[in-house]
């Protein structure tokens, strides 16, 4: 078991995966954290990168980055997420700025399993995608 207590993992009869996701995320005995789909919002609660989904993806991700780190935990550490698109038009950056990111956020060059879905709208029209997360917590 890795430090952070969570493996990713490809099991050799499933089919590979179709991005930068693993399969099955396995996870040492411990607390679980369930973190809220976190949005394009600054410390204050204002809005971020305002119809610019590239922008939006990193301050969700260093909003999900904040959390971690409150829960003394990493993004190592993390067992799922799911990520909500507001328009299959924003695949394609989706896959370009999570190549981009995710080799910082995770060196090991594993990835945790991700849902990926495309829904009509988020609570504010302002907000192109949401993340959530559940996140193994170190004893």
């Known amino acids: 078991m890795s430090k952070s207590g969570v493996v990713y993992v ?37 809005p971020v990168g305002v119809g610019d989904f590239a922008v939006q993806v990193g301050q969700v991700f260093d909003n999900l980055g904040t959390i971690l780190k409150e829960l003394g935990s990493e993004f190592e550490a993390v067992v799922q997420f799911t990520t909500f698109l507001t328009s ?16 910082k956020l995770f060196p090991g060059g594993k990835y945790p399993p991700n849902t990926l879905l495309v ?15 559940i996140a193994r917590i170190p004893s």
């Open 10 to 46: 490809n099991p050799a009869s499933a089919p590979p995966p179709q991005g930068m996701y693993s399969h099955v995320a396995r996870v040492a005995p411990g607390e679980l954290a369930f973190i809220a789909g976190q949005v394009a919002i600054d410390a204050n609660g204002n």
């Open 88 to 103: 299959a038009d924003f695949i394609p950056i989706w896959m370009r700025e999570r190549a981009a990111l995710f080799p």
């Open 119 to 133: 829904i009509e709208r988020l609570v504010k029209p302002q907000f192109l995608l949401e993340v959530e997360a």
